[in-house]
């Protein structure tokens, strides 16, 4: 008889099986799919009408807001000059540039040509009242070096594209959320920073710094491209109405209009996206090949180094004299780094760089070798004469036998006990030495106090009178 346990599965059973597991692996991936849409979906949550009165309200620019800005930036004028990171973070977040920003990508997406030209005469504005606010801040209050504030704004990267992106999107998504998260667009204030490279552009201006200005301004104008574009897309996403006219030709002509600005938009963004992402690459691949294949090999004395990006050359400069074999080395292993192999190495060396570095560190270590001597010199001088004072002073000093000295004490005054005599070094002022003589007695413990300090002031004069000096301290035990 066969058991049922011991019979085999049939095919039957086993497409029973699979459909089963398919069905439960089906089941979990939508309950995943469901927790993260409910997760990440923020279009239930939206105010379309409250959000773009919202925008539309901060476009203008007149009034209180326009000396808002000025008092913003020259806050931040201070905090670069101060290179105070806390007093620009407090400018960014007074600063009212944000608006005329968002209502550029409001406009383009609902396709109201009037906000747009308005949004982006309001922002001209803006731009130009705070390069000349920090233009005049830093005419009149120059810096006296460019400290890492400035410095930080006038070389963007990819971060600060992601910065700006992202920030972008975390401001408008709290912007069309039903109660606008205030934290939230504070943070964005900081974190995109519009303020401060519209500030170091003013100080290139005040400088003559036109690499500055350029740099800072690229930085602004990289902010505000993708902090529109994030609006823009959001508002798409969020299918925001599009404004109807009332003359259907003009709808279309508005329509293409804003279709060809939000192309004009991404095209920049998407060019400036890609430029910093290449120059970031660049730059890291150079940085590991620096530290791996030069500075940890240390018969190579690199002096200068330079990266062009722009003409593809990377220029060393060594200490000392580059075979071939090693030339040969160095350009294979830039053939090993993806972003560099396109790149062409040039290499100087020069073994008198090497002879004048040692010659110049032998002539600085022989002058401070001199000016040790000398220091010595000196100081032994100031020695043997201390020694040669001291030496005369205790000789006049101690021309007397101590016993007799003494002895004559204990008869003069019958109540010591103890004396002992001594000279002793004092300064008062830190700078020089005097030689005091101190006699140190101890009195019987019967005699009081009153005449101790009595027979103390004797035993001084006494002292003075025998020793022929002019001070002696008394020092009672």
């Known amino acids: 008889m066969i058991h049922k346990s011991d019979q085999q599965p049939t095919n039957e059973d086993l497409n029973d ?38 925008i539309k309200a901060d476009i203008s620019f007149k009034g209180g807001t326009a000396w808002i800005l000025i008092c913003s930036i020259f806050v931040a004028s201070v905090g670069l000059n101060a290179d105070s990171t806390a007093v620009v973070i407090g400018a960014m977040l007074i600063s009212p540039l944000m608006g005329p920003i968002l209502g550029v990508g409001l406009s383009i997406a609902i396709n109201d040509i009037d906000t747009l030209r308005k949004s982006m005469i309001n922002l001209l504005t803006m731009v130009v009242l705070s390069l000349l606010t920090a233009f005049l801040c830093f005419y009149f209050l120059p810096l006296y070096e460019d400290n890492s504030e ?44 519009l303020m401060p490279p519209l500030c170091t552009a003013g100080y290139g201006l005040s400088q003559g710094n036109w690499d500055y200005f350029i740099g800072a301004m690229y930085l602004f104008a990289i902010n505000t491209i993708f902090i529109a574009l ?39 963004a998407g060019w400036t996206f890609y430029d910093v992402l290449k120059e970031s690459q660049y730059k890291s691949d150079y940085k590991i090949y620096l530290e791996k294949e030069i500075n940890s090999n240390t018969s190579l004395w690199l002096q200068r180094e330079n990266l062009d990006t722009k003409a593809k050359t990377i220029t ?39 002879t004048d570095k040692i010659l110049e560190l032998y002539d600085i270590a022989l002058d401070k070798i001199d000016e040790r001597d000398q220091r010595i010199e000196q100081l032994n001088f100031t020695i043997d004469s201390l020694k040669l004072a001291v030496t005369s002073k205790s000789e006049s000093i101690y021309n007397f036998d101590f016993i007799d000295l003494a002895k004559d004490a204990k008869i003069q005054f019958s109540e010591l006990e103890s004396f002992s005599f001594a000279q002793m070094l004092r300064s008062s002022n830190f700078r020089t030495a005097d030689t005091v003589l101190v006699a140190k007695v101890r009195w019987n413990s019967m005699v009081a106090d009153s005449l101790r300090i009595q027979r103390s002031s004797a035993l001084k004069v006494w002292l003075e009178q025998e020793l022929q000096e002019e001070n002696v301290e008394i020092l009672t035990q």
Do not use: C, H, Q, W
Request: net charge positive.
């Open 17 to 54: 099986s699979k459909a089963a597991v398919k069905a439960d692996a089906k089941g979990l991936f939508l309950s995943i799919k469901t927790f993260l849409v409910d997760l990440l979906d923020f279009r239930e949550d939206t105010d379309r009408e409250a959000t773009v009165s919202a």
């Open 150 to 193: 400035l410095l930080g704004r006038v070389k963007p990267d990819i971060r600060d594209v992601l910065i700006a992106f992202f920030g972008g999107l975390a401001l408008i998504i709290a912007r069309t959320k039903k109660g606008t998260i205030a934290t939230v667009i504070f943070g964005v204030a900081i974190a995109t920073a």
């Open 230 to 268: 994030a609006t823009f897309i959001v508002l798409k996403v969020l299918r925001f109405p599009m404004l109807n006219y009332a003359n259907s030709k003009r709808r279309k002509t508005i329509a293409r209009i804003a279709a060809l600005i939000a192309l004009a938009m991404m095209l920049p």
């Open 316 to 354: 060393l400069n060594f200490n000392g004299d580059i075979n071939d074999a090693t030339k040969s080395d160095l350009v294979n292993e830039l053939n090993g780094y993806e972003y560099l192999k396109d790149f062409k190495l040039i290499i100087n060396g020069n073994s008198n760089r090497s």
